[in-house]
């Protein structure tokens, strides 16, 4: 994470910070937080550590006179939120690169659908929980309006917090037209709505929804609060976003993807830090690295670890077979790895006698109804997983080159 500071539309020094991915950054995103909140609200940092997962770095910083960000609440309105927008987009094209994809959650997605006219790089926009209107968000004041228009402001409480509105905030957000925005967008939209939403009803999304030009996609999340506190809810919307947006913008399209068989293994570096590695197991992959003291930065398994792994696994499944097949009461089974480099002279048992060599120690934990003869007996079948054979068998690794990968 780096913390970054730049100067809002008002002339406010605005607090940022931009989450970047482990690996290599594919795109680069805005987002926009809610109505008040803050740019550290805990769904928005769920939200981006699963969109960092995807590989894209994500801006987000707290609107003028919110969180750390300089300026007056007081004075700001819907539109000076759609210029900070506009700004913090210009930030990064002028400091990283100008974002692919602008999200906004509730009315901080309404104010992106009108900054994204304004940002040509934008391929893809998101909205979430977001009002067609930006009267809608007079509800949580509603008690208030009437002396807010005849005295000019009133301070009102927004999530447990007082807040001083004025006059020229109705003023403001009465003049917006968002769904004429929407309509002159654009660009494909994505808009990710509960219908259980009780701060802004589902209606808004099928009026955004309505309004946008194709193409146009709908995200139901189900059973999910506003603002996405609930168990999995704003994981589940980053995944599915950053997987629509694959479609439009080319960098987010796996290009690390190996179309392999299933047992063979692929291995190839990533580009990012020293050591880091892209591995295809079959359909499957994963990242290897090297320790920080190495000089790597600690993103996967190191090559040892993953060798020791595949023992483990082996091991684990060996002994679980076999339970089941001997009718052995076996509740579970963990199994425990270390590897080290011994003096030969150490090893009482080794055929090599001087040098070094690889020593693998290997605990299993069996849990379970287990009489000493089972407990043995499952100890014992450890040593006949197939990977531990290989080990101690002799092992041929030819190695050519080729001109191009092969399946």
């Given at each position: 994470?780096?913390?970054?500071?730049?100067?809002?539309?008002?002339?406010?020094?605005?607090?940022?910070?931009?989450d970047k991915p482990l690996g290599p950054i594919k795109a680069y995103a805005l987002f926009a937080h809610c109505f008040t909140c803050g740019k550290d609200l805990q769904p928005a940092n769920r939200?981006?550590?699963?969109?960092?997962?995807?590989?894209?770095?994500?801006?987000?910083?707290?609107?003028?006179?919110?969180?750390?960000?300089?300026?007056?609440?007081?004075?700001?309105?819907?539109?000076?939120?759609?210029?900070?927008?506009?700004?913090?987009?210009?930030?990064?094209?002028?400091?990283?690169?100008?974002?692919?994809?602008?999200?906004?959650?509730?009315?901080?997605?309404?104010?992106?659908?009108?900054?994204?006219?304004?940002?040509?790089?934008?391929?893809?926009?998101?909205?979430?929980?977001?009002?067609?209107?930006?009267?809608?968000?007079?509800?949580?004041?509603?008690?208030?309006?009437?002396?807010?228009?005849?005295?000019?402001?009133?301070?009102?409480?927004?999530?447990?917090?007082?807040?001083?509105?004025?006059?020229?905030?109705?003023?403001?957000?009465?003049?917006?037209?968002?769904?004429?925005?929407?309509?002159?967008?654009?660009?494909?939209?994505?808009?990710?709505?509960?219908?259980?939403?009780?701060?802004?009803?589902?209606?808004?999304?099928?009026?955004?929804?309505?309004?946008?030009?194709?193409?146009?996609?709908?995200?139901?999340?189900?059973?999910?609060?506003?603002?996405?506190?609930?168990?999995?809810?704003?994981?589940?919307?980053?995944?599915?976003?950053?997987?629509?947006?694959?479609?439009?913008?080319?960098?987010?399209?796996?290009?690390?993807?190996?179309?392999?068989?299933?047992?063979?293994?692929?291995?190839?570096?990533?580009?990012?830090?020293?050591?880091?590695?892209?591995?295809?197991?079959?359909?499957?992959?994963?990242?290897?690295?090297?320790?920080?003291?190495?000089?790597?930065?600690?993103?996967?398994?190191?090559?040892?670890?993953?060798?020791?792994?595949?023992?483990?696994?082996?091991?684990?499944?060996?002994?679980?077979?076999?339970?089941?097949?001997?009718?052995?009461?076996?509740?579970?089974?963990?199994?425990?790895?270390?590897?080290?480099?011994?003096?030969?002279?150490?090893?009482?048992?080794?055929?090599?006698?001087?040098?070094?060599?690889?020593?693998?120690?290997?605990?299993?934990?069996?849990?379970?109804?287990?009489?000493?003869?089972?407990?043995?007996?499952?100890?014992?079948?450890?040593?006949?997983?197939?990977?531990?054979?290989?080990?101690?068998?002799?092992?041929?690794?030819?190695?050519?080159?080729?001109?191009?990968?092969?399946?």
């Amino acid at each position: 994470m780096q913390k970054i500071t730049f100067m809002g539309s008002q002339g406010f020094e605005l607090a940022a910070r931009l989450d970047k991915p482990l690996g290599p950054i594919k795109a680069y995103a805005l987002f926009a937080h809610c109505f008040t909140c803050g740019k550290d609200l805990q769904p928005a940092n769920r939200i981006v550590k699963a969109l960092n997962n995807d590989g894209i770095a994500v801006l987000r910083f707290d609107f003028t006179g919110l969180g750390k960000s300089g300026g007056e609440f007081e004075n700001t309105n819907f539109s000076s939120n759609v210029a900070d927008l506009i700004t913090a987009a210009n930030h990064m094209r002028e400091h990283f690169e100008a974002p692919s994809l602008m999200i906004g959650h509730s009315l901080g997605g309404t104010a992106t659908l009108l900054a994204a006219l304004d940002v040509p790089e934008v391929k893809a926009v998101a909205t979430l929980g977001s009002p067609s209107n930006a009267t809608n968000v007079m509800k949580q004041f509603a008690a208030n309006i009437g002396t807010i228009e005849s005295t000019g402001e009133a301070d009102v409480k927004l999530a447990g917090r007082l807040f001083k509105i004025k006059k020229q905030f109705l003023d403001d957000i009465k003049d917006q037209n968002v769904l004429d925005a929407v309509a002159r967008l654009k660009k494909p939209l994505l808009i990710a709505h509960s219908p259980i939403d009780d701060t802004v009803s589902v209606d808004h999304a099928g009026e955004i929804f309505m309004a946008a030009k194709h193409p146009k996609s709908f995200l139901s999340l189900d059973k999910a609060d506003h603002l996405l506190f609930s168990p999995g809810a704003a994981e589940y919307v980053a995944q599915s976003i950053a997987t629509w947006a694959a479609a439009y913008i080319p960098n987010l399209k796996d290009e690390d993807t190996i179309n392999i068989p299933y047992g063979r293994v692929a291995v190839h570096p990533t580009g990012y830090g020293k050591f880091q590695q892209h591995i295809h197991a079959g359909p499957h992959t994963l990242l290897a690295d090297e320790p920080r003291a190495y000089g790597g930065e600690e993103t996967g398994a190191t090559p040892y670890n993953l060798l020791l792994a595949g023992l483990g696994a082996c091991t684990s499944m060996t002994i679980k077979m076999y339970a089941e097949r001997k009718g052995i009461e076996l509740d579970d089974v963990e199994i425990y790895l270390d590897h080290q480099k011994i003096h030969a002279e150490d090893c009482s048992t080794c055929e090599t006698k001087t040098g070094k060599l690889d020593k693998i120690a290997r605990q299993i934990v069996l849990k379970g109804n287990l009489s000493d003869s089972e407990r043995a007996r499952l100890i014992e079948i450890a040593d006949r997983c197939p990977v531990h054979r290989t080990l101690h068998s002799e092992v041929v690794i030819t190695t050519e080159e080729k001109t191009e990968a092969t399946s």
